[in-house]
Each structure stands twice: as structure tokens, then as C-alpha cells.
């Protein structure tokens, strides 16, 4: 049973064109993650959600935005999409508890691979 | 100097031999270690955490040396289906839930 869910899988915008990626969790964990990786690099995380504080990353453009209405969901949007912003887009969760950071595995989604054109 | 740093290869390895590569970490303080696997153009899965005492998992064995900051990974009997990006990834203790990846070790495994 798929335990991270992304949706679409595959996305086409027009440049400038704003769009929305869905994340989706049956595992309840609290801590939700959006990475972007793009080809032959490593994943890049642009933001977290420790719960419902939000954590953004000090290099993550301004032009991503992350929403999290409740423990399940989580949303990436990209406000006006550049072909440098074509990648995959990876969601992950953890569990984690207390303030020291965890040791537990993060578990990915397939992703949604963006083209912009 | 970035945080992880492997080298991306590619390792090409005949089938059924061992191929054995490191990942260097800059952050002393990283209490937490592991190597996931990537297929192309498929998400990270976890592959194996990494022990301060070495562990092994089948044909994989992880080892964590703190006072040079490397871990590596050892595949022995290399199968087909080995063929992947194996990430290093490290978790720094204070303060947040970050992961830092390295860009991957890509290993093809020959016939």
C-alpha cells in the first residue's frame, strides 16, 4: 500500500504559469518535506513542516510556497515557474519526537516530475 | 565545502565482484547516517542505516569512521539488479530535522 502519495506524477506548465503539487501520508507522521532534485544532483530540500511550523530553507527562492492544511496533506506551490525550476519534486515524511532531531528513516514519495515550457 | 561529498562515478563493476565506495561529511556533530538507493528516475528508498559499529545486511555492509568523518558502503557479489545511485546521507543533531544528501554514487553493474 502506497504510504506517500504524490500528485500528478508528472506535471506541464508554461513558464510563468502557477502551479500546485500535492503530497499526500497514511503513515501519520508529524514532520513533511518538499525536495527538488534535478538530474544527476542531489536532493535539494527547499522547506519543512515540523508539524505546523513551517521551516524554510535560507536559499529557497521566494517563488515556492508550501501549505499544509492538516496532518496528511501537504501542498508545493510555485508561484511562477522558470525553466530552471523543471526538476523532480520529491515529498518525504518522518516521525519525530521531542527537540532532538530524529534519527528516523524519511520516507519518499515517487514524486512529480515538472517540465516548464 | 559542501556538506556531503561523494564521488559520482560511475563504478563499473562486473557482476559478482565486490565495489566498496566512501562519503566524506563535513559536520562533526552529525549523530545520524544512512545510504539510500535511487533508481533512475525513481524516488530514494532507504537502503541501510549506518552504526557506529558497522552493520551488514546481506551483501551490504555499512561502516562509520567519526574521526576521519567518512562512512562507506561495500556491495560484494554485485548483482544486476545492484545497478542504482547509492546516496550518502547525514542528519545533524541540533536543532532541526534536516537531512543532507551527497550527489550519489552511480554503480552499473556489467554482465
Known amino acids: 500500500d502506497a504510504m506517500v502519495i504524490q500528485n500528478p506524477r508528472y506535471q506541464v506548465t508554461q513558464f510563468g504559469k502557477p502551479v500546485t503539487l500535492s503530497c499526500s501520508q497514511t503513515?501519520?507522521?508529524?514532520?513533511m518535506y518538499w525536495y527538488q532534485q534535478k538530474s544527476s544532483q542531489a536532493p535539494k530540500l527547499l522547506f519543512h513542516?515540523?508539524?505546523?511550523?513551517?521551516?524554510n530553507e535560507a536559499d529557497t527562492p521566494d517563488n515556492f510556497q508550501s501549505r499544509r492544511p492538516n496532518t496528511s496533506f501537504c501542498f508545493l506551490d510555485i508561484r511562477s515557474p522558470g525553466l530552471g525550476d523543471a526538476a523532480m519534486y520529491l515529498c518525504?515524511?518522518?516521525?519525530?519526537?521531542?527537540?532532538?532531531?530524529?534519527?528516523?528513516?524519511?520516507?519518499f514519495g515517487p514524486g512529480t516530475r515538472l517540465t516548464v515550457l | 565545502r559542501k556538506e556531503v561529498e561523494q564521488d559520482p562515478g560511475p563504478f563499473n563493476v562486473p557482476e559478482g565482484a565486490t565495489v566498496a565506495f566512501n562519503c566524506t561529511y563535513s559536520n562533526s556533530a552529525s549523530q545520524s547516517f544512512f545510504w539510500y538507493r535511487q533508481d533512475c528516475r525513481k524516488e530514494p528508498k532507504l537502503l541501510m542505516s549506518v552504526y557506529s559499529s558497522g552493520n551488514e545486511d546481506g551483501r551490504f555492509t555499512a561502516q562509520l569512521n567519526r574521526a576521519s568523518q567518512y562512512i562507506s558502503l561495500l556491495i560484494r557479489d554485485s548483482k544486476l539488479s545492484d545497478s542504482a545511485t547509492y546516496l550518502c546521507v547525514v542528519n545533524s543533531f541540533y536543532g532541526n530535522n534536516r537531512l543532507a544528501f551527497g550527489k550519489g554514487n552511480q554503480v552499473v553493474v556489467i554482465p
Open positions: 518525504a515524511t518522518s516521525s519525530t519526537s521531542g527537540v532532538i532531531a530524529s534519527t528516523d528513516t524519511q520516507y
Open positions: 513542516y515540523y508539524d505546523k511550523d513551517f521551516n
Open positions: 503513515l501519520n507522521h508529524n514532520v
